[in-house]
């Protein structure tokens, strides 16, 4: 029993940043206009649901902090959506958005990784651009690329592990490396390991592949990079 409760109150906690809720209670705009529409009260169903999913698939192994920084981007999301007011063609935007935000595989490898050289950030912006910036050094600017290009490949398709690939475009003092170093993949065979490597003939890393470590797992729900 002892158990039963502590597993009640642990599902309520997971859940407690989650945008459903009850219509008896809905004051603001945006959540009258929810729960006077069945499109919009089904969209939000929707949206609890991928949160949920995304939540007992991963985010409920994660540390504590990670957790707590899921559902505050949640809360951050949710204050988004206020701004709608009771537009419906807006909030049934914003509903799709942060479903397919939810939903999307690379979600869970979002965040910022080390190595001994390199430090690696992952992110997804709101309109599902999978974005990916390499840095030298543990410190500093010193940014080797950034890239748009990024694409995600699920095990099935990449060997038997979840790739991000993409091809590489180095800034200016990097731009020695463009001939030799076209493609970039990161692979997820361990997921708070990746293992970066270029294509064969590039000799950017001193040994290949160049493994990162987890540091800070991030939720992003910012502007589109331009």
Known sequence: MRWLVAAALLASAATSGAAGFDCGKARAEDERAVCASTELSRLDDEMTAAYRKLWDS?????????QAAFRANQKDWIGLRS?????ANCLRDAYRERIAWLAHPAQRYTGRYESGGYRLFITLDRELELIVRLFRGKTGEDLVLMEKTARFVPAAKAEGEDRIALTVTF???????TSDCR???VD???QLEPAIAFNEGCSLFAATPEVVTLKQRSFTYTAPVR
């Open 171 to 177: 800034t200016s003092p990097y731009a020695k490396w």
């Open 83 to 87: 701004r709608c007011g009771d537009a």
């Open 188 to 190: 997820f065979g361990a």
């Open 58 to 66: 991963a985010i409920k192994y994660e540390e504590p902090k990670v």
């Open 183 to 185: 493609e970039m993949t």
